[in-house]
């Protein structure tokens, strides 16, 4: 107690220099606990933000995908599985297939585990012969996509035709000026119209859609079909050395053509939106890295100068107090103190201004970091509150030391025959 009374007798006495002591070690923890827990809140509220901007940027690039995905579907259909028999030198020539094969051949691809391609249709197409209005035309024969059983249905690239209704290509309504909603006759039956096509510059334009059931009926081929479509997926192994290898072990009395035009302009635009998202992405991860190095680079170079100054001020102040108490020292030795209680003396001075500055500089940091950004994250940290009142204390004791050593060896006799 005699020690610490005198530690606070001389805080009253010399108060300019106990507190410019503690603004110091204030001015150090101050800077060290604000930049700290800015760092820290980055990974928070800043991470969060950086977070959100690259989800949205993500989402963004998603539906620019997903844009693409829909416009190449519009292309139709790229891969077609023929029956093994059928002359494809005979089928580019005559516009249709001749060999057919049963409709049950789409059932046991879709049922299957291929890959590579998706959206399974099986369709029925023969150039024939329009009797009511002496035309020939082609007849396509579709129904609906054959689900894959891999959750939700798929939006399909062909609409299905509906029994009892029809859909007409360009030419053909152009021609003889039909409409949709209007009732046609074809090959003895009635149909409504469900469609008109524009005009596509295909052989579609003189082709006439029905339900696949009907087309068989009225070609005398049921439950045949001429082909099986597809859309070959973006995946691996979906190149067509890929996909004809895989429907060859799933159908092997089958054969596979592409449209090569169109797989690869699909290919080359799904990469594309693939590769743009990626880059879109990464570029928003790169700023907030590159946002974070900065602040802690920013830390690394200001803090440590911030706190060594404001040390080397500490032990400055120390050395003054020692030379301003030089006849103090020395009556104190005269009285009886030993070199370790004047050692004592000055080392807790030194502590407690340390732990007043660690104290006034943590709560000063924090609430000027908490005024300049009022958002409500919590700024305080155990941690860094702990290091702060541990460490700030330890190191004043440090810088204190010389000084409060040369304190306890002065020859008391030297000193007061000086004074």
Not at 82 to 90: I, N, V
Not at 367 to 396: C, N, T
């Amino acid at each position: 107690m005699r020690i610490l009374g005198l530690v606070l007798r001389e805080i009253r006495f010399r108060r300019l220099s106990f507190a410019l002591g503690v603004l110091s070690v204030a001015v150090a923890v101050g800077c060290l606990a604000a930049e700290l827990a800015h760092l820290g809140r980055y990974g928070a509220a800043r991470q969060a933000q950086i977070d959100a901007k690259i989800d949205a940027t993500e989402a963004a690039m998603r539906r620019l995908e997903d844009d693409y995905r829909v416009i190449t579907k519009r292309m139709g259909f790229n891969v077609q599985i023929f029956p093994r028999g059928q002359s494809l030198a005979e089928l580019h020539a005559a516009g249709h297939g001749t060999v057919f094969m049963p409709e049950e051949r789409a059932e046991t691809l879709a049922r299957s585990r291929a890959v590579s391609v998706q959206h399974i249709l099986p369709v029925l197409q023969q150039k024939t012969a329009w009797p009511e209005r002496e035309r020939t035309v082609i007849l396509i024969g579709t129904r609906a996509e054959i689900p894959r059983g891999e959750g939700a249905a798929k939006q399909p690239v062909l609409d299905p035709v509906p029994a009892g209704a029809a859909v007409l290509g360009w030419c053909l309504h152009r021609d003889f000026g039909i409409a949709r909603g209007d009732r046609i006759a074809f090959r003895g039956r009635e149909f409504t119209v469900a469609a008109c096509h524009e005009e596509r510059g295909t052989a579609d334009d003189i082709s006439l859609w029905v339900n696949l059931a009907e087309a068989q009926e009225m070609l005398g081929l049921p439950g045949k079909i001429s082909a099986i479509l597809a859309l070959s997926c973006q995946c691996e192994g979906a190149a067509i050395e890929g996909i004809r290898a895989e429907i060859a072990a799933i159908l092997p009395d089958t054969q596979v053509i592409e449209y090569a035009f169109q797989a690869e302009a699909r290919r080359e635009a799904r990469t594309r939106a693939a590769r743009a998202r990626s880059d879109a992405v990464g570029g928003e991860e790169s700023f907030a890295e590159e946002s974070r190095r900065t602040w802690e680079e920013f830390a690394a170079a200001l803090v440590p100068v911030v706190a060594a100054a404001c040390f080397v001020w500490i032990g400055v102040l120390a050395l003054l107090n020692v030379r301003e108490r030089r006849s103090e020292i020395g009556i104190l030795r005269a009285l009886g103190l030993h070199a370790r209680d004047i050692l004592a003396i000055f080392l807790a001075r030194a502590g407690l201004v340390g732990a007043a500055g660690a104290l006034l500089g943590y709560a000063g940091g924090i609430a000027a970091l908490r005024a300049a950004s009022p958002d409500g994250v919590p700024f305080f940290s155990a941690g860094i509150f702990a290091a702060a009142m541990l460490g700030a204390p330890a190191l004043a004791m440090v810088v204190s030391w010389l000084p409060a050593l040369m304190a306890a060896r002065q020859d008391p006799a030297a000193v007061l025959r000086e004074e």
